[in-house]
């Protein structure tokens, strides 16, 4: 005789369903307005609950601003583990679904972008101590990083030794610990250069320049591919 | 006998401090709490003046923020001019002091590079049209950058030659009509990787990882500095 699994409770339930609720309705006031328009009482008001009802869910604001980030985080992973999942294109067009699924989920929650990358004010927690989703996503760009500058043994020096050693320290913080310095540099190279581009394009101002910014994504994906193999 | 210059009446000498306390106060507002926290019931308060008397100077809340922002992109780009007004440094060092004085000012006024450079929320309005001091400071850099790629007689394909067009037509606007596709691609990812170092740093996701963003951009200059001169 197997065991039922437990049924979780109708109390059980319908804590799950209103936390539900609370992640949706913070969210649509996030990406109408903001993350700094999200207050408790905006929320309360948003789904006719009292203040207090709402914080036997979340203990402060933070509290819930930080689980919102955590989820914004997976979410953003997981649209690029899914991008490159059961891939068996080349290592190059691997990395551009990468930036692709991250591009495009920045354009689709600017809001939410922006609460994960942009100046983090008053109202806004610090991150999380300890490995984030993103970390996550650092380990898959490292990976598809590492396949793309195969047939280069030279582990190659950025001629900065310092931050050689800060990239190998980052890359084992990401679980990636036999990374070379070359590829933890195209790493964060590539992070910071598409964050760079994409932050830029959701103001509007790559546009209003007339350049295409997934050109110059391109463009910079293919230089920071092509620094894995060039001899330092 | 010369003329003497028009004294101005003691009612323009009040209404030019009125604006000039009205810019400092709206700037401390923005610094502390960001821009989504300045209205004009706030500012009028924070000046123990009546809404009314602030409408006198600005018609709305978006034409006093222009205004602001039209400031701030000025006092951005005088400090990069400064910091390299009279220099006779050779060229990577005179980018190395453009791109310091930017960074420089971005993590003094992490708020205000915000309102030029984060997310465009409703709060915010649109760039005026036509060029702004910003394009001020990427004359400034084009005019560097032409100077360090000296002896590279060659115009350089960036590979994309719809991206190379979008490029030379945005350096004409830049008022550089002869700046070649190489030099105009090195400006752009000259500034998209700086920013997208600095907005990162602002967050303090790079120190978190261990990362000194001054090396990066010190990695990233040089690199954009090369392609000046590898050829294409």
Known sequence: MTEEPQ????????????????????????????????????????????????????????????????????????????????????????????????????????????????????????????????????ALLIDVLTAAGDGSPSDGSSGDRALDGQLKKWARSQERPDTSARVARAAIVVWTRVHGIVSLELTGMLEAQGIEAQRLIDLEIDDAVRSLSTPA
Chains 1, 2 share one sequence.
């Open 7 to 138: 049924k979780p409770s109708r109390r059980e339930r319908l804590r799950a369903q209103t936390l539900q609720e609370i992640e949706e309705n913070s969210f649509a006031i996030i990406d109408a307005d903001g993350v700094h328009a999200l207050s408790i009482a905006a929320l309360a008001r948003s789904m006719a609950m009292s203040a207090p009802a709402i914080y036997r869910y979340f203990a402060s604001r933070d509290a819930l601003v930080t689980h919102l980030i955590t989820l914004s985080y997976q979410q953003l992973t997981d649209a690029m583990a899914q991008a490159v999942h059961g891939s068996r294109r080349a290592p190059r067009a691997r990395i551009g679904l990468l930036v692709t699924a991250y591009r495009d989920w920045a354009l689709r929650h600017p809001q939410r972008y922006g609460m994960l990358f942009g100046e983090r004010g008053e109202d806004l927690p610090a991150d999380a101590p300890g490995p984030t989703p993103l970390d996550q996503a650092m």
